[in-house]
């Protein structure tokens, strides 16, 4: 994004080989391909455009590229990054990265963090993680990083985990693994991707739109629950209506912390939800688990295979 003659307010407008040209000495840290999949804003993007994404991502693999970095709007990178995780099978290093500030404000982090993402990708360290974000000298798992903060460099972060690895002095460092991946194959003429919805519990709040989902078009729901995983009482004959006709996935709002799966027992607890039917999704955070679901139905899996899928990625 930057200032454009005729434009209020910064827009796309950078192709990936000006990105490429305005970090100094990146050449000599990498053979640079630079290519420009697509120009539109972060908040624009569709899992269908991470879909083409990731099999552009495996046919450069299959051509012999050694690792692939991917700029982006940092708006969606926590969601596009989960995309491409599951979506991508490949032990290539796979980084995502943005700024927080465009290039005509002072302290712009983009050239830095373009940097840090290519000695990423360039890193054996980097090699059987799956897809990882680096922005601020700090690297990300897919799986937990978030966006905690509207404008600050620092804004991502990985609640409740940490970051896996960093960089210093151009070094790579990754000192945790993850213990299990998660890869959902999608068949070559897949298109289109399931609608899921997210729906986040408030104060308050009767569930009347609960029961209007299936109407929408929608085949499955991602309920973002208080603290540990929890509804109204009012609400809960509506999500298990609804989980008897598409899958339901119970996260927390929080943006920290896993599901709880057996301590509370009141009407709308983790415990009454789940003995509805709901499933819960483990450490990810709602936006993530929204990615999982409908990539998963869209592959057609069972409610057990989703089931399982959040279990592994919770370690």
Same mark, same amino acid.
């Given at each position: 994004?930057? $200032?454009?003659?005729?434009?209020?307010?910064? &827009?796309?407008?950078?192709?990936?080989?000006?990105?490429?040209?305005?970090?100094?000495?990146?050449?000599?840290?990498?053979? *640079?391909?630079?290519?420009?999949?697509?120009?539109v804003p972060?908040?624009?993007?569709?899992? /269908?455009?991470?879909?083409?994404?990731a099999?552009? *991502?495996?046919? !450069? *693999?299959?051509?012999?590229?050694?690792?692939? +970095?991917?700029?982006?709007? #940092?708006?969606?990178?926590?969601e596009?990054?989960? $995309?491409?995780?599951?979506?991508?099978?490949? @032990?290539?290093?796979? &980084?995502? #990265?943005?700024?927080?500030?465009?290039?005509?404000?002072?302290?712009?982090?983009?050239?830095?963090?373009?940097?840090?993402?290519?000695?990423? %990708?360039?890193?054996?360290?980097?090699?059987?993680m799956?897809?990882?974000?680096?922005?601020?000298? @700090?690297?990300?798992?897919?799986?937990?990083?978030?966006?905690?903060?509207?404008?600050?460099?620092?804004?991502?972060?990985?609640?409740?985990?940490?970051?896996?690895?960093? #960089?210093?002095?151009?070094?790579? =460092?990754?000192? !945790? =693994?993850?213990?299990?991946?998660?890869? *959902?194959g999608?068949?070559?003429?897949? @298109?289109? &991707?399931?609608? +899921?919805?997210?729906?986040?519990? %408030?104060?308050?709040d009767?569930? =009347?739109?609960?029961?209007?989902?299936?109407?929408?078009?929608?085949?499955g729901?991602?309920? $973002?629950?208080?603290?540990?995983?929890?509804?109204?009482?009012?609400?809960?004959?509506? !999500?298990?209506?609804?989980? =008897?006709?598409?899958?339901?996935?119970?996260?927390?709002?929080?943006?920290?912390?896993?599901?709880? #799966?057996?301590?509370?027992?009141?009407?709308?607890?983790?415990?009454?939800?789940?003995?509805?039917?709901?499933?819960?999704a483990?450490?990810?955070?709602?936006?993530?688990?929204?990615?999982?679901?409908a990539?998963?139905?869209?592959?057609?899996? /069972?409610?057990?295979?989703?089931?399982?899928?959040?279990?592994?990625?919770?370690?």
């Amino acid at each position: 994004m930057t $200032a454009k003659d005729g434009h209020a307010g910064v &827009i796309p407008a950078l192709d990936a080989q000006v990105l490429v040209a305005a970090v100094p000495g990146l050449n000599a840290l990498a053979r *640079i391909e630079a290519e420009s999949f697509a120009r539109v804003p972060g908040a624009h993007l569709t899992l /269908s455009d991470l879909l083409r994404l990731a099999r552009r *991502i495996e046919q !450069l *693999i299959g051509e012999g590229v050694e690792g692939v +970095v991917v700029t982006q709007g #940092t708006d969606t990178i926590e969601e596009s990054a989960m $995309a491409l995780d599951l979506l991508l099978a490949t @032990e290539q290093p796979v &980084i995502v #990265t943005g700024a927080m500030r465009d290039p005509a404000r002072p302290g712009a982090d983009g050239p830095a963090n373009v940097r840090g993402a290519v000695l990423a %990708a360039a890193s054996d360290r980097a090699r059987g993680m799956g897809v990882l974000v680096a922005m601020n000298d @700090e690297i990300h798992a897919a799986r937990f990083v978030r966006k905690a903060h509207t404008s600050r460099p620092s804004a991502f972060v990985s609640a409740g985990a940490g970051p896996v690895g960093w #960089t210093a002095e151009d070094r790579v =460092r990754i000192p !945790l =693994r993850l213990s299990r991946r998660v890869h *959902i194959g999608l068949p070559p003429q897949t @298109e289109k &991707i399931a609608a +899921v919805a997210l729906v986040t519990a %408030a104060l308050g709040d009767d569930g =009347r739109a609960l029961g209007t989902l299936p109407g929408h078009g929608y085949q499955g729901v991602v309920v $973002a629950g208080f603290g540990v995983g929890h509804v109204a009482g009012r609400t809960v004959e509506s !999500l298990a209506r609804l989980a =008897r006709e598409m899958p339901v996935v119970l996260a927390s709002r929080t943006g920290a912390g896993e599901t709880f #799966t057996g301590t509370y027992g009141f009407p709308g607890s983790e415990r009454d939800l789940l003995g509805k039917g709901l499933i819960p999704a483990g450490v990810l955070a709602a936006p993530q688990a929204r990615v999982l679901l409908a990539l998963a139905l869209s592959a057609g899996w /069972s409610a057990t295979s989703i089931t399982a899928a959040y279990d592994a990625l919770s370690g």
